[in-house]
């Protein structure tokens, strides 16, 4: 019989097996018990209005290095364009974001291939709006996060956010890191309450 346990700041992952007797098979069970936010935080959405999903990845405790490696090899296999970096107050934590759109479940199959925190990974399956969301503002004392850098890629494959690529802009890329000319033309990005997944308006970013 065995016992693990690992901790983040949102969720303890605990792991439990045994051997079932007279057999050759380990029985396996897996709970994840997360954390219940306790404050209002405003953030944005990855879905566009055409019902498609933009990348969003948030790491917590790994090096940017890792990170950079970690997203170049998604670059190759899901022949993906530019990512773009947000470092946040708090060591080795950054947001990445890629402006390509997809459905649904081949978003959650690319987040799957991640390192991303696991809570934020599989919060589709937990919210009423069906998005991945980031922080646009403060969280208590934690600052807003800050744009980074971008990480290149020449592949232009798949149609890309225009809403997105405009609030990218407000955060300070600039508009030289967008390339292509595949873009799906919306102007209106929802704004989210992320605590509980109310929606609290859209912005249009023209």
């Not at 970096?85 to 890629?98: G, P, Q, T």
Request: glycine share 4%.
């Amino acid at each position: 019989m065995k016992f693990e346990t690992r901790k983040t700041e949102n969720y303890d992952s605990t792991f439990f097996s045994f051997k079932v007797p007279y057999t050759n098979r380990t029985l396996r069970t897996h709970f994840l018990f997360y954390n219940t936010p306790n404050a209002w935080v405003h953030g944005y959405s990855s879905r566009t209005e055409l019902g498609r999903y933009v990348l969003f990845h948030d790491y917590d405790n790994l090096d940017f290095q890792s990170i950079v490696q970690e997203l170049k090899y998604l670059q190759k296999k899901f022949k993906l364009s530019n990512y773009y970096i947000f470092e946040l107050d708090r060591k080795n934590s950054f947001h990445a974001v890629c402006l390509d759109t997809f459905s649904l479940s081949k978003a959650y199959e690319i987040q799957q291939e991640t390192s991303s925190d696991q809570a934020f990974i599989h919060a589709i399956k937990n919210l009423q709006t069906r998005e991945w969301i980031l922080r646009l503002g403060s969280k208590g004392e934690r600052k807003p996060s800050n744009y980074k850098c971008v990480i290149r890629s020449n592949n232009n494959v798949f149609v890309k956010s225009s809403a997105h690529a405009g609030l990218l802009k407000k955060f300070g890329v600039s508009k030289n890191n967008f390339f292509g000319n595949k873009w799906d033309g919306c102007k209106n990005i929802a704004l989210v309450k992320y605590d509980t997944a109310n929606r609290v308006g859209s912005k249009e970013l023209n």
